[in-house]
C-alpha cells in the first residue's frame, strides 16, 4: 500500500495589490476603514497528492502558480488558506544559493546550508566529500563566495542542495545549471535519486525532462489546476493553453475547448477588421526608432493552422509578418526579422536581402506585406523578436523603421537539445559484429 509523501488539500495564496505605497502604510497602521486593496489569488484551491517514490511533475504557463506552490511546500511562504501534510525531509532545489553568506568560504557554506536543511554537523561531515567532488570548483571551495563567479555559485549550491540526500526532493528548474558537462552530471544524478525510490516534485518548462522522468503530470494555469494525469496527455493540454492563452481566462478545460470553437468561427466568417497586432502583447519597454520615410503599420505570428499567436510548438512551421507602409519612393527596400534571448543575445534571423527576394521600387503611398515562413527549430523557451525595414542609400544603411524587442515568443518543445537550436539529426546505431 502507497503511502502519502506530500498532500495538498485546497491550498490558496492571496496577495494584497496596492495602488499606492500609502495605501499600504495607512491600512498597517489602523487609519483606514476602507479596504484599499484589490485581491490577487496566485493559487486558489489546489489540490493534489504526492505518493512516496513518485516522480510528479507541474507544468503551465508563467505565473500560473507553479514556483508559489513549491514555496509553500518547502515552507518559504505561509498559504491563505488549505491545508498541507508533508511525510518526509525535504531538500528543494529553489532558488539556489539563497542562503549562501558572501564572506564565509564555500566550506563554511556547506555546514550553514545544510544545518538550515536540518542536518547535524556530523550528518555534513559524512557527505562533505560527495559535496566538494560533486561541485568541483577546485581550491575555491575555500575561498569566500563572493570572488565566486556565477558558474561556480550555481555548482556548489546545487551539490549541497543534491548530495544531502533527502527523502523529499522539490525541483524548480534547477536542472539546467553550469555547462553541458555538470548538466550531464545533475541529470544522472536525478535518475539515482529515481532508481532510489526518492519522492520528487519536479517543475520545469522542458517537457521533454517532464516526459522522461515524470510518473505523472499536474497542470497549472492562473493559479487553478486544470487537471493531471499521464504525462503525454498533460503535455499536450498544456500546448493547447499555451496557444488559446493571451491574457484570457482558463481556469478548466471546457475553456480551451471554447477558445478553439471561437477562433475556428472566428476564421470561417473571414473577419479581419482588427489589426493583427492587437492580438499581442507588445513590449512596453520597445527600442523603436528610424527615419520613418517607411514605416511598419502592423505585424503578427501565425502558427501552422493561421492562429495568430506568440506560442509556436517545436518542429512546426509558422509566419512572421510586417506590413509597411512607404512615405516615399525607396528603391529596394529589405524586411527583416531577428530572435533574442531575453538577455539580449542574437540567435537568428534573416531578411529579404538574404533570401535574394528583390522588392524593386516602392512608391510613396504604396503598401507591402513580407510573409515569412520556416520551421520553428529554436529550443523550448522565451525568447525576443525583432522586425524592421532598412535599405541602402549611396551605399549607406538606413534604417526606415526598426522595432526591437518587439513581443516575446514562446516555443513549446517535447524534445530540447543542447544550444540555442535543434540540429535535427538523424540517428542509427547498429552493433558491431567484430569482438575485441
Known amino acids: ?173 534547477a536542472l539546467s545549471v553550469g555547462d553541458v558537462f555538470f548538466q550531464t552530471k545533475c541529470y544522472h544524478k536525478f535518475e539515482e535519486f529515481k532508481e532510489m ?17 515524470c510518473d505523472r503530470v499536474i497542470l497549472l494555469n492562473q493559479g487553478v489546476k486544470l487537471a493531471e494525469g499521464e504525462p503525454q496527455e498533460m503535455i499536450d493540454l498544456y500546448k493547447k493553453v499555451m496557444v488559446n492563452e493571451r491574457g484570457q481566462e482558463i481556469t478548466n478545460v471546457e475553456d480551451i475547448l471554447n477558445r478553439e470553437e471561437e477562433k475556428s468561427a472566428i476564421q470561417e466568417t473571414g473577419d479581419s477588421s482588427a489589426e493583427w497586432k492587437s492580438h499581442y502583447q507588445i513590449n512596453p519597454n520597445l527600442n523603436e526608432y528610424g527615419t520613418h520615410v517607411a514605416e511598419i503599420i502592423d505585424f503578427a505570428i501565425t502558427d501552422i493552422y493561421g492562429n495568430y499567436t506568440n506560442t509556436i510548438v517545436k518542429g512546426t512551421t509558422f509566419q512572421i509578418r510586417s506590413k509597411v507602409l512607404f512615405h516615399q519612393k525607396i528603391q529596394d527596400p529589405i524586411f527583416t526579422y531577428t530572435f533574442k534571448t531575453l538577455k539580449g543575445t542574437d540567435i537568428t534571423g534573416t531578411n529579404t536581402m538574404y ?42 544603411l538606413r534604417a526606415y523603421h526598426r522595432l526591437y524587442d518587439l513581443i516575446n515568443i514562446t516555443v513549446i518543445s517535447d524534445k530540447n537539445t543542447v544550444g540555442f537550436y535543434d540540429m535535427n539529426s538523424r540517428v542509427s546505431v547498429e552493433k558491431c559484429t567484430q569482438t575485441t
Open 1 to 173: 500500500m502507497s503511502e502519502t509523501a506530500i498532500r495538498v488539500d485546497k491550498v490558496s495564496k492571496i496577495y494584497k495589490l496596492y495602488d499606492n505605497p500609502r495605501d499600504r502604510m495607512k491600512e498597517a497602521l489602523g487609519f483606514s476603514k476602507k479596504q484599499r486593496y484589490k485581491e490577487h489569488y496566485a493559487l486558489r484551491e489546489v489540490s493534489f497528492d504526492v505518493e512516496k517514490g513518485e516522480t510528479v511533475g507541474i507544468i503551465g504557463t508563467n505565473g500560473s502558480g507553479k514556483s508559489t506552490i513549491l514555496k509553500i511546500i518547502t515552507g518559504v511562504l505561509n498559504p491563505s488558506g488549505g491545508d498541507l501534510e508533508i511525510n518526509g525531509r525535504i531538500s528543494a532545489l529553489l532558488e539556489l544559493g539563497a542562503g549562501f553568506n558572501g564572506e564565509y568560504t564555500g566550506v563554511e557554506n556547506v555546514y550553514l546550508n545544510g544545518m538550515m536543511i536540518g542536518f547535524s554537523r556530523e550528518e555534513i561531515d559524512e557527505r562533505l566529500q560527495d559535496i566538494i567532488d560533486f561541485a568541483d570548483i577546485g581550491d575555491f571551495i575555500n575561498q569566500p563566495v563572493k570572488t565566486y563567479s556565477s558558474g561556480m555559485f550555481v555548482r556548489l549550491a546545487f551539490a549541497v542542495a543534491i548530495n544531502i540526500e533527502p527523502e523529499i526532493l522539490i525541483v524548480d528548474e
Open 197 to 213: 525510490g526518492k519522492t520528487i516534485l519536479f517543475v520545469s518548462h522542458d517537457l521533454s525532462s517532464v516526459a522522461k522522468y
Open 355 to 396: 533570401e535574394k527576394v528583390s522588392i524593386g521600387t516602392a512608391e510613396a503611398g504604396e503598401i507591402y506585406i513580407a510573409t515569412f515562413e520556416q520551421e520553428m527549430n529554436l529550443q523550448g523557451g522565451e525568447y525576443l523578436l525583432s522586425i524592421s525595414c532598412t535599405g541602402f542609400e549611396q551605399g549607406e
